[in-house]
């Protein structure tokens, strides 16, 4: 079992920037593929980014390239996602998520475990 507690969400105006962070605890946390995932009110969960064990090797939506980064620190068991350029499009509840599949995946349903989501807010 893993448990995944998000942080760093807020209301922004457009064009500003939050770092959002998922803490892990629970199972060796560098043996999960991380994932970050919106939704937005009506919406299914969207795919933007995720991040391979060791951090070698990470993976974006086109709709964030260039303005978001993942990043994980293994040692404290936490996983990032920088979000620059924020557009009133990007408004959404973020939540992290875990697979303990080998490859970076995008589907979320290949996704084991979920936080509960931070709201991020982009005002225009």
């Known amino acids: 079992q893993v448990q995944l507690v998000e942080s760093g969400g807020g209301l922004v105006q457009a064009g500003g920037s939050l770092r959002l962070s998922c803490a892990a605890s629970?199972?060796?946390?560098?043996?999960?593929?991380m994932g970050w995932f919106p939704q937005a009110p009506g919406q299914d969960r969207e795919f933007v980014a995720a991040?391979?064990?060791?951090?070698?090797?990470?993976y974006y939506a086109d709709s964030v390239k260039g303005r978001f980064t993942i990043s994980r620190d293994n040692a404290k068991t936490t996983v990032y996602l920088q979000m620059n350029s924020l557009k009133p499009d990007d408004t959404a509840v973020y939540s992290c998520?875990?697979?303990?599949?080998?490859?970076?995946?995008?589907?979320?349903?290949?996704?084991?475990?979920w936080g509960q989501g931070t709201q991020v807010t982009v005002s225009s």
């Open positions: 991040i391979s064990q060791s951090g070698s090797s990470t």
């Open positions: 629970g199972r060796t946390f560098n043996n999960y593929v």
């Open positions: 998520a875990a697979t303990s599949r080998t490859f970076i995946v995008t589907p979320a349903n290949s996704y084991n475990y």
